[in-house]
């Protein structure tokens, strides 16, 4: 496998990872980045430095990411990545201006028709609807992204999707720009949402998890997960479209 696969170029002829590229992005404005490319181990790193987390399960494989390197396996039963929220990344937070991303893959098509709830990544508060998720609902071939708020409601797209090679999830929300935008590849799915309101508290408890609902494994994302990585500040659709980008 050729180290290049592992390499961006950029405009200016500079080479650089992904991580590198996600870090450039963000610079700043830096929440979480697990890049759940660690090679062995149960410490989920925290490539932004503002608290690591463990994983439950999660298998390190060799060569599945989207630039050929390592991604983490979920089982689908009860494997989770845990990015124990109790750190810098909860208060760096902001429910009034941010950015998620992630990237996915399904164990094979099945999964799409498996008629069961599986998460690649959930972020919450102790209120029941604070929250952002990314989910694969238990309707055939649904993908869910998600922005809610207890005081204005959901904010949220659903889409049909059928692919079992790697896809990107972004969402975006602004307070100053009002409104909450999803992304899938890099492309708008769906209408701006007017933007929820803020939050009533920073993410706490145990549903901020990684590829399943709650810190138990319930719901687990069956298939490769890998990039997770949020920001404080709402992105423009190109730079969600280079997040987008390998």
């Given at each position: 496998m050729s180290a290049v696969k592992h390499l961006l170029w950029r405009s200016n002829g500079a080479?650089?990872?992904?991580?590198?590229k996600v870090a450039r992005l963000m610079a700043g404005n830096e929440v979480f980045h697990y890049p759940l490319d660690e090679?062995?181990?149960?410490?989920?790193?925290?490539?932004?430095?503002?608290?690591?987390?463990?994983?439950?399960?999660a298998a390190a494989q060799a060569g599945t990411s989207p630039t050929g390197g390592f991604s983490r396996w979920f089982d689908g039963i009860n494997d989770f990545g845990d990015p124990v929220v109790a750190g810098a990344w909860a208060t760096a937070f902001s429910a009034a201006e941010g950015t998620l991303s992630a990237w996915g893959k399904v164990h094979d098509t099945g999964v799409w028709t498996d008629g069961t709830l599986r998460h690649l990544l959930r972020v919450q508060n102790g209120a029941a609807i604070d929250l952002l998720s990314f989910?694969?609902?238990?309707?055939?071939?649904?993908l869910r992204t998600q922005y809610s708020s207890?005081?204005?409601?959901?904010?949220?797209?659903?889409?049909?999707v059928s692919?079992?090679?790697?896809?990107?999830?972004a969402t975006v929300w602004?307070?100053?720009?009002?409104?909450?935008?999803?992304?899938?590849d890099g492309v708008q799915v769906g209408s701006d949402i007017d933007r929820?309101?803020?939050?009533?508290?920073?993410?706490?408890?145990?549903?901020?998890?990684?590829?399943?609902f709650e810190n138990t494994g319930t719901q687990s994302w069956h298939g490769w997960l890998w990039g997770m990585a949020c920001m404080n500040r709402a992105a423009s659709d190109a730079e969600v479209a280079k997040l987008a980008t390998i």
């Amino acid at each position: 496998m050729s180290a290049v696969k592992h390499l961006l170029w950029r405009s200016n002829g500079a080479v650089e990872t992904y991580s590198q590229k996600v870090a450039r992005l963000m610079a700043g404005n830096e929440v979480f980045h697990y890049p759940l490319d660690e090679p062995s181990g149960t410490i989920m790193t925290n490539a932004f430095g503002t608290g690591d987390g463990t994983y439950s399960g999660a298998a390190a494989q060799a060569g599945t990411s989207p630039t050929g390197g390592f991604s983490r396996w979920f089982d689908g039963i009860n494997d989770f990545g845990d990015p124990v929220v109790a750190g810098a990344w909860a208060t760096a937070f902001s429910a009034a201006e941010g950015t998620l991303s992630a990237w996915g893959k399904v164990h094979d098509t099945g999964v799409w028709t498996d008629g069961t709830l599986r998460h690649l990544l959930r972020v919450q508060n102790g209120a029941a609807i604070d929250l952002l998720s990314f989910q694969k609902r238990n309707t055939n071939n649904d993908l869910r992204t998600q922005y809610s708020s207890l005081s204005l409601g959901n904010a949220e797209t659903i889409s049909t999707v059928s692919t079992t090679g790697w896809f990107h999830l972004a969402t975006v929300w602004t307070d100053s720009g009002n409104y909450v935008r999803h992304l899938i590849d890099g492309v708008q799915v769906g209408s701006d949402i007017d933007r929820a309101a803020a939050w009533g508290a920073a993410p706490n408890g145990t549903k901020n998890v990684i590829g399943a609902f709650e810190n138990t494994g319930t719901q687990s994302w069956h298939g490769w997960l890998w990039g997770m990585a949020c920001m404080n500040r709402a992105a423009s659709d190109a730079e969600v479209a280079k997040l987008a980008t390998i």
